[in-house]
């Protein structure tokens, strides 16, 4: 009866110290995001004010007052909406190209050794090839539209994502791989208990980190030969010395790359939570 009421002592105990731990994490993560918030906000401020006593240069940096309107202008007349489909959807489109292709590369380097090593020099020459400077070339290849700057942005993606996820797939801690031989097992059930299952953290950092890569294929592609979206806006913005319009491009830019970023990063919470 004692040892009874002195177990359950102790585990009331663990209890309240977990409970006090999990308010303390929640805590630190609500002040974090709050820091962030505060930072984002004071900036816009701070910009504003300097803006308004003419301590910058507001033909350069323009101001976020200036930025808004022009939001609303083009809100208005329906054009912003356009822009925003066309740039999203190419990067989405590129997104996903690159990525997929990249997680089925990955996968057959894997399974083919001696391939692996015949492409590594390859791999490599190729990640250190500057892909934005190859663009016109790779436009003139996939085609003046769509279909080049997505390319584009697939282009830029790809060969990150290979060379991440197979690094990942052959640093798998090799006892296990050898306890499912031992079991029987061929090299596509490995491959499906062992090799994704242990890199699904990988592959999510690389859905996070293709995101942004995405996004600067298609500006660069919409520089390029677009006469729509986000990228165009930007440069014409710039050819026209119409900083406002360049600062709103820019701004809007970052604004949906965090809205994919913060969704790819509750995905993961998901996926390696199940």
Do not use: C
Not at 33 to 41: H, L, S
Request: without cysteine; proline residues 2%.
């Amino acid at each position: 009866m004692w040892k009874r009421n002195e177990r359950s002592q102790n585990q009331a105990a663990i209890s309240k110290e977990h409970e006090q731990y999990l308010k303390n994490l929640k805590k630190e993560k609500d002040f974090i995001k709050i820091t962030q918030v505060m930072i984002f906000a004071v900036f816009i401020v701070l910009w504003e004010a300097a803006a308004r006593y003419r301590l910058i240069d507001t033909f350069l940096t323009s101001s976020p007052g200036a930025i808004f309107e022009l939001i609303v202008k083009f809100v208005k007349d329906g054009s912003l909406f356009n822009h925003l489909y066309v740039s999203t959807t190419e990067t989405i489109a590129g997104f996903f190209t690159g990525t997929i292709l990249g997680f089925f590369v990955s996968i057959l380097l894997w399974w083919f050794e001696k391939l692996a090593r015949i492409t590594d020099p390859y791999m490599v020459i190729l990640n250190s090839l500057p892909k934005t400077a190859l663009a016109p070339i790779i436009i003139l290849w996939a085609g003046m539209g769509f279909s080049g700057i997505v390319v584009t942005a697939a282009s830029i993606s790809v060969i990150v994502t290979i060379m991440t996820l197979y690094t990942g797939f052959i640093n798998v801690e090799k006892d296990k791989i050898v306890l499912l031989k031992t079991l029987g097992a061929n090299k596509f059930q490995i491959l499906k208990k062992v090799i994704i299952p242990s890199n699904i953290p990988n592959i999510m950092s690389v859905i996070k980190v293709n995101i942004g890569l995405s996004w600067i294929g298609v500006i660069v592609g919409e520089f390029l030969v677009s006469k729509a979206g986000i990228g165009y806006l930007i440069l014409y913005g710039s050819q026209t010395f119409k900083l406002d319009l360049v600062m709103m491009g820019v701004f809007i830019l970052g604004l949906i790359a965090a809205v994919m970023y913060f969704f790819a990063a509750w995905l993961e919470k998901k996926v390696i939570k199940y």
